[in-house]
């Protein structure tokens, strides 16, 4: 079963008005989208992801409200074209939930999971740029402990660059899980390598990159008093959140409309166990 993250939290922030225009910069699933959309009368939802694979999943999950709905297949940094292609220039509210959606992680050929067999692949759009397997295959020692470290927050950054390049070719996703698990054995309630696989799904999706673009675009999309409301699961990201929608309050061009982060609920984290990392941030336009 898929459940949209915060979602309560997330409508309540976005504050949906019948009649309003709203983007869902991360469709995913659709389960965001629905909800936006079953609270409109005239109003309209513009579903985006970069992954077309999981937008028509949404497409078709979301298919008893399409009247309100309109789907654009689009990276972050391509959200004014995708709006503009719409004859759309301001909009009076958009959420982004950050996270990597169900559908991603549970199909092994998608290269995201750790712990099924699949091609060593993490990209969002499967149409476009390096895939993991590249990038662990021929990234140097150096670089690749740098892109952990960055990118995955991985302190034993060092140790598992050296063995993957050891290891090398990396063959697929359960093949890189046991390099890493061998360089680094099993501590805690995570696998060791899901800091190594987060990190590299950063990187070729450029998501740091793309999050950025979303933050210098929104702002200039939404409409005065419309609001940008962003879930965040990662620190590094939730950081880059905060600090724009900071800087946005300090220029006078928004208000913040949680000055702490909002986070799930117990009865929701214990019914979607996924959710306990989640992070809210949202703000209001001047």
């Known amino acids: 079963m898929h459940y949209p993250v915060m979602l309560n939290e997330a409508l309540e922030y976005l504050a949906v008005r019948p009649d309003g225009i709203f983007a869902d910069a991360t469709a995913g699933l659709g389960g965001h989208t629905a909800a936006i959309a079953q609270r409109l ?87 476009q740029g390096m895939t993991a397997a590249g990038m662990a295959n021929t990234t140097s020692e150096r670089e690749l402990a740098d892109l952990l470290y960055h990118l995955g927050e991985e302190r034993r950054a060092r140790r598992i660059a050296r063995a993957i390049v050891r290891a090398r070719p990396i063959r697929d996703t359960l093949h890189l899980a046991r390099v890493v698990e061998q360089a680094v054995p099993r501590t805690g309630r995570l696998h060791p390598a899901t800091q190594t696989f987060m990190a590299l799904r950063r990187a070729v999706n450029r998501e740091a990159e793309e999050l950025d673009a979303l933050l210098r675009a929104a702002p200039e999309l939404v409409a005065s008093g419309g609001r940008i409301v962003v879930i965040a699961f990662m620190s590094l990201e939730d950081r880059q959140v905060k600090e724009a929608f900071r800087e946005l309050a300090r220029q006078g061009r928004a208000r913040l409309l949680t000055k702490h982060v909002v986070r799930p609920g117990e009865e929701e984290v214990a019914t979607n166990p996924a959710s306990r990392s989640a992070k809210l941030r949202a703000v209001e336009m001047k």
């Open 41 to 127: 009368t005239t109003g309209l939802v513009i579903a985006l992801d970069c992954d077309g694979e999981s937008l028509e999943l949404a497409r078709r999950s979301t298919a008893a409200w399409a009247e309100r709905i309109r789907y654009r297949q689009a990276r972050f940094s391509e959200l004014r074209s995708a709006l503009a292609s719409l004859g759309t220039e301001k909009i009076d509210g958009l959420v982004a939930d950050l996270g990597v959606s169900r559908y991603q992680l549970t199909e092994p050929e998608r290269g995201f999971s750790l712990t099924a067999t699949g091609p060593l692949d993490m990209r969002m759009d499967r149409s």
